[in-house]
């Protein structure tokens, strides 16, 4: 079968899955973390700053971006994940300093923005440089979008994270699928499985927040935020201009 048909198709099982699913409210205590110790009068003190390396890695990223090269179309994918980046850490710093539904909206909103500015550039550089331009800003939309939905739809009384859900774990599959299904560097697939790798320790630290806490006294909130900088900054890594000659573009031999 055709790589980029199959591609399609799963993209349109995991868009059907997630809307087969029953709404999914936000749950109340997700808004509650094991490490609530206030210092120098800011609350969730060591969740609040260990977003710090992402407004870094964020910044430092855009200023080398605008030494080095020039914002054009082709190049918008870039400037705006490291924006992302930088957003994320002062997002998600607001959200932890006063956690409620409103301030997670902008903790999510940045998050949104890096997941879809990520896959274009994956889908521009492994299936079609062209697609990878069109979807971004429709791609973007549809993720500050998803955030704003499930807003609105919580102040509404029902509810329903299923969109967010599609925008933030749907590229985590479809890129791993895309570097392994396209051709690709044995370097490339390699720093994309120590993406995943990072993204899952981040996840799986979150979960165990109030067990890491009694154990380490730092909570796996807080180490989630250092492990998801690692897979940001991985995954700045594997975009960087000096991989440019790395990537192929099978599609043009379709």
Not at 76 to 92: D, E, K, N, Q, Y
Not at 196 to 206: C, P, Q, S, T
């Amino acid at each position: 079968m055709n790589r980029t048909i199959f591609f399609l198709a799963f993209t349109i099982c995991c868009v059907i899955a997630v809307f087969f699913l029953p709404a999914i409210p936000q749950d109340a205590a997700y808004h509650r973390f094991a490490d609530n110790r206030t210092f120098f009068n800011i609350p969730n003190f060591y969740n609040v700053i260990s977003n710090i390396p992402f407004i870094i890695i964020g910044f430092v990223g855009l200023i080398h971006f605008f030494k080095t090269e020039t914002l054009t179309f082709a190049t918008l994918a870039r400037v705006t994940l490291f924006a992302g980046v930088m957003l994320i850490g002062f997002g998600s710093g607001y959200y932890h300093w006063q956690p409620s539904n409103f301030s997670l909206v902008w903790d999510r909103i940045p998050m949104a923005i890096v997941f879809m500015s990520f896959f274009s550039i994956v889908i521009g550089a492994y299936i079609n440089p062209k697609w990878g331009r069109v979807i971004l800003i429709p791609f973007i939309m549809l993720g500050i979008g998803s955030v704003l939905r499930w807003y609105a739809s919580e102040q509404a009384g029902h509810g329903d994270l299923r969109l967010y859900v599609l925008v933030q774990f749907y590229p985590m599959l479809a890129i791993p699928l895309i570097v392994f299904l396209f051709p690709a560097s044995r370097r490339m697939r390699l720093e994309m499985v120590t993406l995943i790798v990072l993204y899952a320790v981040a996840k799986l630290v979150a979960y165990k927040d109030q067990e890491i806490f009694q154990t380490l006294t730092i909570s796996g909130h807080s180490l989630k935020h250092l492990f998801a900088a690692g897979a940001v900054l991985m995954m700045l890594q594997m975009t960087a201009p000096l991989r440019k000659s790395t990537l192929k573009f099978p599609s043009q031999q379709f």
